[in-house]
């Protein structure tokens, strides 16, 4: 018993390490579930930590499962947590952005969302 107890906050300090070694989504624009009016010129995600440029991915599929973003995924300059990817003008629908992202510690998380363009 006097193992488990000190074992126990080891585990759990452990735990939180690994957890703390993902990058996570951090913030999105257009944000996640958001209606807006007018078409985003890119898709842009923040994550939690920095990023691996040529092993992550975004994309944007529209209603029908079609892709339409410009393929062009870029890391900022400025902040290597923050990666986009250009858009057309899009029409009046709901698009899906889907991610994939390898952190430079080469923890991989993944995940989807939606956003609305209105008219």
Do not use: N
Not at 9 to 37: D, E, M, W
Not at 61 to 67: S, V
Not at 92 to 100: E, I, P
């Amino acid at each position: 018993m006097k193992r488990f107890v000190v074992s126990l906050p080891l585990l759990c300090v452990a735990s939180l390490a690994t957890l703390q070694a993902h990058a996570f989504l951090k913030t999105a624009k257009p944000a996640v579930g958001s209606t807006i009016q007018a078409s985003p010129a890119e898709v842009q995600i923040s994550f939690t930590e920095k990023i691996e440029p040529a092993l992550s991915m975004i994309q944007v599929f529209d209603a029908l499962g079609k892709e339409v973003d410009k393929r062009d995924v870029h890391v900022s300059h400025s902040d290597q947590s923050v990666m986009a990817i250009s858009l057309p003008p899009l029409q009046a629908g709901t698009y899906k952005v889907v991610w994939r992202i390898v952190s430079v510690d080469t923890h991989v998380t993944k995940g989807s969302f939606t956003f609305r363009v209105v008219r």
